[in-house]
């Protein structure tokens, strides 16, 4: 049973065009997360929702929208998609919030966005 | 804003050497740290938990360890192998969880 699995895993697309990356959680954590992972491999908390509310948003273009339809699901949309959108982008969830105290954070493995 | 640094950015050993992997934080204030392995095109892997009230934790032939007041934590691993090539990443948990770049390990047989 894969415990933090996102789709799709690869996903090429052109410029302008919106898409969705979708993430779901097994481990009946109450925190999810959208990570950015660019092309030098440093990865950028992007989102966090703990119990369907977003409680981080870091400075990322409003073209990127999460919705967190409960908390088992944390989704991505991205629209009018760049060129610079091109990265592996993580989903990772956590118990309890921000992973602190008895805390670990669950990785995706990933889905990797190419725009053409 | 919190800034974590690892040291080296690459590394190569030969197999059997011990080694210590570095990483730096600017915010002592922190809850934990937790150290990642990445394999190439794959996920994170969670490989060790430190709590802030903790000094080190231990797993298999792995060891970590935890000085906030310095903003340090070191990865030891113990008998190093070829399948323990990867990228390791540290990463600092307060408000959110910022992590490191990373150090590129490469144990030769």
């Known amino acids: 049973d894969t415990a933090v699995s996102q789709t799709p895993k690869y996903l090429v697309t052109q410029m302008g065009n919106d898409k969705s990356i979708k993430c779901e959680q097994n481990?009946?954590?109450?925190?999810m997360y959208w990570y950015k992972q660019d092309s030098k491999k440093f990865l950028k908390i992007m989102f966090s929702y703990n119990n369907k509310e977003l409680i981080i948003n870091e400075t990322v273009p409003n073209r990127f929208s999460p919705k967190s339809p409960d908390k088992a699901h944390l989704n991505l949309h991205i629209n009018s998609l760049e060129l610079g959108d091109s990265a592996v982008y993580f989903c990772a969830s956590s118990h309890p919030r921000l992973a602190g105290i008895g805390g670990e954070l669950f990785f995706g493995e990933g889905s990797r966005l190419t725009v053409l | 804003k919190q800034e974590v640094t690892q040291i080296p950015a690459a590394l190569s050993v030969p197999e059997g050497e011990n080694l210590v992997l570095n990483c730096s934080f600017t915010d002592s204030a922190i809850y934990n740290l937790q150290w990642f392995r990445q394999d190439p095109g794959k996920g994170l892997t969670s490989l060790l938990l430190i709590q802030s009230s903790q000094r080190e934790q231990t797993s298999g032939r792995l060891n970590a360890s935890l000085d906030k007041s310095s903003g340090r934590s070191t990865l030891y691993i113990a008998a190093s192998q070829p399948g323990d090539s990867a990228t390791y990443l540290c990463?600092?948990?307060?408000?959110?969880?910022?992590f490191g770049a990373g150090t590129r390990l490469t144990v030769k047989p």
């Open positions: 481990l009946g954590h109450d925190t």
């Open positions: 990463a600092v948990i307060n408000n959110d969880m910022r």
